[in-house]
């Protein structure tokens, strides 16, 4: 398996995890579940697509960032590190 591969079972995974998370907020909410314990759940939550989104970043940067480097193209590379740091820190 190589290191795209991995990446992207990871980030399905992550993802997996955070579906089924979202959806016992779902049943937290529609079985009357105490307030406290529904935001503890969704700051888990924002957490866990806090850490997907760090990982994607790495991977980013770790991969297109440095192919962009060995090309030479440093408009190419300030371009999409400035994209995708604007969207993970919105």
């Given amino acids: 398996m190589n290191k ?8 399905i995974s992550r993802l997996n995890r955070i579906s089924g998370q979202i959806n016992g907020v779902k049943k937290m909410i529609e079985s009357d579940r105490d307030c406290a314990d529904v935001v503890i759940q969704i ?3 924002r ?6 989104g760090a990982m ?3 991977d980013h940067m770790e991969e297109c960032v440095q192919k962009a480097l060995k090309k030479g193209n440093s408009k190419e590379l300030v371009n999409s590190l400035s994209k995708v740091m604007k969207q993970i820190l919105k």
């Fill in 4 to 11: 795209e591969e991995i990446i992207k079972n990871r980030a």
């Fill in 43 to 45: 700051a888990a939550i």
């Fill in 47 to 52: 957490a866990a697509v806090g850490q997907l």
């Fill in 56 to 58: 994607l970043v790495q």
